[in-house]
């Protein structure tokens, strides 16, 4: 479609009036909160009143102004392919509240000749007085926005201070009272009460878990029973050990530490830095025990040594369970068995005979792979004879330039030689980087304060430092993120690769399966296909080493 500039006064049909985007957004904050009619009312008389047309709208709703990944984007994108001249919000703080985001995503719709307009605020952005309009609405909309996050703040360490959890509401095996106003003038606090009946499910939960029950026995044992937690669902395993790790129930409190050195997280993200560092501190809660000192200790010790062997099949019957991947969705796969009948006419089962993708055999959401289990342990073994060559050559290709090169071998014995080490090491040269970058911004803020530099130099200088400040955090989150085995070299797996290469029928299967666990990202089975010349290709597997990109899905469907 071709964009035709009109002129002010145009009053034809909508067809030939410009194509603009409606966006609509509703905050999280309840104070925030403005109706989707009310917004999509005043977009569209703002059309109206401007000979400008809706071709699309977009809503996003419920959803914070700090994050770009929104519906938003689309519109974006709908410009930047020229099908609409420009987005138009009910006000400029819908498009968003967060800095980094607001600077780029303008700076994407600018470099493609596309506009942002307010509904509700008369700026001409296409003068500098209008353009400067825009941007005090935005620093006002980021300021409304931290200071919104400043009272929750206050909130939290407000309810911490009472031995309350920071979020209230209710928690599953207490009936929650909230703080109220009696019709005496009374205030009564809020506290936690142990449910009847449901206490004594949650004590028998903890002491099961103590001793040794797993989370997916508990999990199944909730539904049989019929218990739900509070939204009304069924539980699933990772809710209901999100909920027994809290500690609740035991009088604790779970709280990320506010020294905590962990970096901040990513300003146009959906998760606040809690969220995604593992450090916490258990504080004693105002609530009623449920569960006694002595039961709590136990759980977690019970709960670590569980945590400290392979994860997604603790007792593994076969060397690749949870290693196959779809090559369709990327998702998980199962072991399959299956039957045939020999000699007189006797049923021979065999277990694990395939994997089987997940989410086929689940929902039929993908139209999955089936492998049989010695094609993908074939090609497991296939690719480590590969690997263990070429590690070898390279090692000595290595070896024979470190002999001419005394100084280079030097400096290698310098560097750290473990994958933790190496890990580590990043990880200092990350943060040390966020330090050089936050003193850089202070001294320009200093020097524009003092009028040692013009304004105009400082936000070009702090737009690049904030740029950059983002990256490294974003890295530094990912490496926090990393496990040490992401962050070997080839050689390291050496050693590996030769055990299992040279005993795989002797090691037992749990061994094999820990050692494939550190070396490999999976196994990503592809299913049968059809040549060009109507010719049938077999299933086939692709093992994908740690220090390897995994490959892109193919596609649900079939003809995806």
Known sequence: MTITQTPATFQGPRGLREPWVGYIRVSTYYEDKISPDIQRAAIKAWADRTN?????????????????KRKVMTGIKIVEERRARGIAVWRYSRFGRSRHGNAMNLA????????????????????????LQMGMAFK??????????????ETREHRRTHGLPATGGQRWGYIWHRRHLDEKGVIHPEWYEPAEDLDLVALDLYERAAEGEPMGSLTKWLGRKGFVG?????????????????????????????????????????????????????????????????????????????QSRPSNNRTPAYPLSGLVVCARCAGATQAGGSATY???????????????????????????????????????LDRLREWAAEIEAEAAKLAAEEATNPQKAKEKEKEPT??????????????????????????????????????????RERDRLTLEQTSVTTELAALDATTETHAA???????????????????????????????????????????????????????????EEPPTPIGRRAAA
């Open 140 to 153: 006002f909309a980021e300021f409304e926005s931290d200071r919104i996050g400043e009272q929750w703040a």
């Open 108 to 131: 994407r719709l600018e470099q493609v000749g596309g506009r942002l307009e307010s509904a509700t605020e008369a700026a001409d952005t296409t003068t500098a007085f209008g353009r």
């Open 418 to 459: 473990t994958p933790a080490a190496r890990l580590e090491a990043a990880r200092k040269r990350h943060r040390k980087r966020l330090e050089e970058i936050q003193a850089e911004l202070d001294r320009q803020t200093s020097l524009v304060g003092r009028g040692i530099i013009p304004e105009d130099s400082y936000i």
């Open 52 to 68: 400008r047309h809706i071709v699309e709208w977009i809503e996003d709703l419920d959803i914070s102004g700090r994050t770009f």
């Open 230 to 306: 509070t939204r009304g669902a069924p539980w699933n395993q990772t809710g209901i050990t999100r909920y027994m790790d809290s500690g609740f129930p035991a009088g604790w409190l779970r709280y990320h530490p506010d020294d905590c050195d962990c970096p901040p997280a990513d300003p146009d993200g959906n998760s606040h830095r809690a969220a995604l560092c593992k450090k916490k501190v258990f504080m004693p809660g105002a609530q009623e025990l449920i569960v006694k000192e002595d039961v709590w200790e136990e759980y977690q010790r019970k709960r670590k040594l569980a």
């Open 489 to 547: 070299n080839k050689a390291d797996y050496l050693p590996v690769i030769r055990g299992l290469v040279d005993r795989w029928k002797i090691t037992p299967v749990e061994t094999r399966r820990s050692l494939l666990r550190t070396l490999l990202r999976g196994v990503w089975a592809y299913p049968q296909s059809t040549g060009p010349k109507a010719e049938k290709a077999e299933p086939y597997a692709v093992p994908v080493a740690m220090w």
């Open 342 to 380: 020999g000699a007189g006419k006797v049923l021979i089962r065999k277990n694990g005979y395939v994997f089987r993708c997940s989410a086929h055999k689940d929902n039929a959401t993908c139209d999955g792979v089936y492998i049989r289990q010695t094609v993908a342990e074939d090609a497991v």
